[in-house]
């Protein structure tokens, strides 16, 4: 069975540093992997996805993460942080050849972002 | 274009009581999803519709929980004899996975459920 872990439940940072939020996943078979942000107050949107090719994937707002199989880790990153990137960010994950879309998602992690 | 839409966006009920939860998903999309969000837990997985038929209902809790899909477009879910474990925010997205797979999904606004 898939499941995703991140282990962080909450990660302080201060403006402009750079920030990693870790995503692993379990899975004998290939995936495709996504990071949702949900802002304070809003629902969840997309920030970016990895269904092939380049392990290296850019978002919206300035996030990017890479792929890396071997360690079957997704993380997010974002070189320099604001304010307004305070929100969760929960990394999910999904079997292309399952016969079905469901998408299992992780316990998010939750970034606060301070002056 | 409209998102997706769940209605009421705050329901409070007591314990024992039957509850409705409504979702309008953008038109066209195929797949629907139900999820239920709980402080430090996640978004947990409840069940899935392609179509008008549940392929995954794996998620529910228990058989206390039940949902419809008509149309191929709205959804309804449903829950018995509330529990106050049952409080949480519902979340409805829909998707639209004609020919691809990893097609991201839209999710609504959500219910936030009190039984109280």
């Known amino acids: 069975a898939q499941s995703v872990t991140q282990l962080d439940s909450q990660v302080p940072v201060f403006e402009e540093a750079p920030v990693e939020l870790r995503c692993n996943y379990s899975?004998?078979?290939?995936?495709?992997l996504f990071w949702y942000v949900q802002y304070p107050n809003q629902g969840l949107q997309l920030l970016l996805k990895?269904?092939?090719?380049?392990?290296l994937v850019k978002g919206i707002n300035g996030f990017e993460a890479e792929f890396n199989k071997s360690q079957t880790s997704f993380h997010l990153r974002k070189p320099s942080v604001h304010i307004s990137d305070t929100a969760e960010y929960f990394c999910?994950?999904?079997?292309?050849?399952?016969?079905?879309?469901?998408?299992?998602f992780g316990t998010g992690t939750r970034l606060k972002v301070l002056a | 274009g409209a998102g997706v839409s769940q209605s009421p966006s705050n329901k409070v009920t007591e314990k024992g009581k039957d509850v409705e939860l409504r979702c309008d998903p953008i038109?066209?999309?195929?797949?629907l999803y139900w999820y239920r969000q709980s402080l430090g837990q996640g978004l947990e997985f409840l069940i899935y519709?392609?179509?008008?038929?549940?392929?995954?209902k794996s998620g529910l809790p228990s058989d206390r929980f039940s949902a419809e899909r008509t149309g191929g477009s709205v959804s309804t879910l449903t829950i018995q004899r509330t529990q106050q474990e049952d409080s949480a925010v519902y979340l409805c997205?829909?998707?639209?996975?004609?020919?691809?797979?990893?097609?991201?999904?839209?999710f609504g606004p959500g219910t936030r459920l009190t039984v109280t």
């Open positions: 038109s066209g999309h195929t797949a």
């Open positions: 519709f392609q179509g008008n038929s549940a392929p995954d």
């Open positions: 997205a829909s998707s639209d996975h004609r020919g691809l797979a990893g097609a991201e999904q839209y």
């Open positions: 899975s004998s078979v290939s995936v495709y």
């Open positions: 999910a994950v999904s079997r292309p050849t399952s016969g079905t879309y469901k998408y299992i």
């Open positions: 990895y269904l092939s090719g380049s392990t």
